[in-house]
């Protein structure tokens, strides 16, 4: 099975400072990588994945995130946050199989979620 | 549009009663997913279902119940047997592949007093 550890629950930054929340994983196989963020009272939107290629992916809104298999990382980066980012961001892996029947495989797990509070 | 729909967004149930949350989606996906949410505890996986008529518990399934009759449907029935019912619940599903990406509907406030 795959496990994911966020390891800032709260990480609170001035508007137009760059902030890095991060993200780190353990899998015995290899995985896929994905950032979500959710606003107050909303489900989760994706923000970025990472399946192959290179491995920095980045958002249309300035993020991006760069995949690191010798630290088992994919933290999440911005040079510069808007008030508008404030939200919760959560970091998740999903094994690359098809999904048979009963197995645990293309599960999605989750971190617990970084709550990034923007200041003005 | 296309997306997941779930309702109601908010819900109150007296302790005991039984409350089915429903969850459709119009994306033609294969799978479909239940999480719960709680503050601090990021989201833990409820059930799953790939195919029509099948599904398999997650990591917390006891209380909860699901079924699967229609490709677009995956409703969710919160039971007595639930010890701490009060959550936020998210509908989800995507294609079976893991590659491709996991869809989110807006989320169902459960209220148990």
């Known amino acids: 099975a795959q496990s994911v550890t966020q390891l800032d629950s709260q990480v609170p930054v001035f508007e137009e400072a760059p902030v890095e929340l991060r993200c780190n994983y353990s899998?015995?196989?290899?995985?896929?990588l994905f950032w979500y963020v959710q606003y107050p009272n909303q489900g989760l939107q994706l923000l970025l994945k990472?399946?192959?290629?290179?491995?920095l992916v980045k958002s249309i809104n300035g993020f991006e995130a760069e995949f690191n298999k010798s630290q088992t990382s994919f933290h999440l980066r911005k040079p510069s946050v808007h008030i508008s980012d404030t939200a919760e961001y959560f970091c998740?892996?999903?094994?690359?199989?098809?999904?048979?029947?009963?197995?645990?495989?293309?599960?999605?797990?989750f971190g617990r979620g970084t709550q990034l509070t923007v200041w003005p | 549009d296309g997306g997941i729909t779930q309702s109601p967004k908010y819900l109150f149930r007296k302790e005991g009663q039984n409350v089915t949350l429903s969850c459709e989606q119009n994306?033609?996906?294969?799978?479909m997913y239940w999480y719960r949410q709680d503050p601090g505890q990021g989201l833990r996986l409820i059930y799953y279902?790939?195919?029509?008529?099948?599904?398999q518990k997650g990591d917390i399934a006891e209380g909860y119940s699901v079924s699967r009759e229609k490709k677009e449907s995956f409703p969710l029935t919160v039971t007595s047997a639930q010890k701490n019912p009060t959550a936020f619940y998210l509908c989800?599903?995507?294609?079976?592949?893991?590659?491709?990406?996991?869809?989110f509907g807006e989320g169902s406030w459960l209220t148990v007093v």
């Open positions: 989800a599903s995507s294609l079976k592949s893991s590659g491709n990406t996991i869809y």
């Open positions: 899998s015995s196989v290899s995985v896929y």
């Open positions: 990472y399946l192959s290629g290179s491995t």
């Open positions: 998740a892996v999903r094994a690359p199989h098809l999904i048979p029947r009963g197995s645990t495989l293309g599960r999605l797990y």
């Open positions: 994306l033609n996906h294969d799978a």
């Open positions: 279902s790939q195919i029509v008529n099948d599904f």
